[in-house]
T-cell receptor
């Protein structure tokens, strides 16, 4: 398996623009997670899905952020409008149900810079 | 609210110089404590899961231990390739699949 795939790897945009990050989880995994990593706050969970259904979005910072999972092999994280404080590395991870202590597999991340 | 604190923030060791990284945690019902390794420009990579106090796990030069309040990652005779950021995370029985991460320890092994 190719692992978790994220695109783009790098994104530079201007304040106010819409940004869409994409993720393809590992085939057969039931859970999908979106994280944000910054030097100040470390790795923070934004939202996670189980079988394509959002379960916990309490980490989503505000209404400018939205996430969707239209099918088992694809998810998006959208920021509209983007702000400089959204600059961070965004990771997608997936895991498999049935493993009581789910190991999460992370993608390579998308480095977002908002000017 | 679950909390994880890692120390030190950064650690520089000579090759072969053993040491330990600390992860202190507070959680409502520990489901598991997780250690990850993160190389620059990459996503975290899973190392270990510990489930109950007293448990230990080993992988090559790494050994993770767990008490009711903290976990240690012991590194024995490290090599330069062990240089990375090591992240600790906890999962709670009350948090479903959510993991709470610490900010990590950046380890540098000097040849």
């Amino acid at each position: 398996d190719a692992g978790v795939i994220q695109s783009p790897r790098h994104e530079v945009t201007e304040m106010g623009q819409e940004v869409t990050l994409r993720c393809k989880p590992i085939s057969g995994h039931d859970y999908l997670f979106w994280y944000r990593q910054t030097m100040m706050r470390g790795l923070e969970l934004l939202i996670y899905f189980n079988n394509n259904v959002p379960i916990d979005d309490s980490g989503m910072p505000e209404d400018r952020f939205s996430a969707k999972m239209p099918n088992a092999s694809f998810s998006t994280l959208k920021i509209q409008p983007s702000e400089p404080r959204d600059s961070a590395v965004y990771f997608c991870a997936s895991s498999q149900a049935g493993n009581a202590y789910n190991e999460q597999f992370f993608g390579p991340g998308t480095r977002l810079t908002v000017l | 609210e679950d909390q994880v604190t890692q120390s030190p923030e950064a650690l520089r060791l000579q090759e072969g110089e053993s040491s330990s990284l600390n992860c202190s945690y507070t959680v409502s019902g520990l489901r598991g404590l997780f250690w990850y390794r993160q190389d620059p420009g990459k996503g975290p990579e899973f190392l270990f899961t510990l489930y109950s106090a007293g448990e230990e796990k080993e992988k090559e030069r790494l050994k993770a231990t767990l008490t009711k309040k903290e976990s240690f990652l012991h590194i024995t005779a490290p090599k330069p390739e062990d240089s990375a950021t090591y992240l600790c995370a906890v999962g709670s029985h009350f948090g479903n699949e959510k993991l709470t991460f610490g900010t990590g320890t950046r380890l540098t092994i000097i040849p």
